[in-house]
Nanobody, 124 residues
Framework: VQLQASGGGLVQPGGSLRLSCAVSAFTLDYYAIGWFRQAPGKEREGVSCISSSDNTYYADSVKGRFTISRDNAKNTVYLQMNSLKPEDTAIYYC???????????????????WGKGTLVTVSS
């Protein structure tokens, strides 16, 4: 299984980015996909998850700004990030597994496969 995250970059505060996570060798239909992030000096946190039944979950810090979606035909999951803030700066990872709730988002203990991260920098 390979997960390839892309779409990161440098954006000004208030801007938008769309991250993509392309999954190979697995069909997404039966799995949850999560987006996690890790900022320098901080623990990894669950940003958003989408379950196998398409229920979506978001960390409180990104609710109303981020949207997760999946395209099973393309085996790809997206994270649309709007109204970006400097505190959103981090390496973002996508992962595949089962949904384990944690707060309003999901926990990384349920994820079995991880992609390499993509760096998101929000700065003026």
């Amino acid at each position: 299984v390979q997960l390839q995250a892309s779409g990161g970059g440098l954006v000004q505060p208030g801007g938008s980015l769309r991250l993509s996570c392309a999954v190979s060798a697995f069909t997404l239909d039966y799995y949850a996909i999560g987006w996690f992030r890790q900022a320098p000096g901080k623990e990894r946190e669950g940003v958003s998850c989408i379950s196998s039944s398409d229920n979506t979950y978001y960390a409180d810090s990104v609710k109303g700004r981020f949207t997760i979606s999946r395209d099973n035909a393309k085996n790809t999951v997206y994270l649309q990030m709007n109204s970006l803030k400097p505190e959103d700066t981090a390496i973002y990872y996508c992962a595949l597994g089962v949904f384990v709730p944690y707060g309003s988002s999901c926990h990384d203990s349920g994820m079995d496969y991880w992609g390499k991260g993509t760096l998101v920098t929000v700065s003026s």
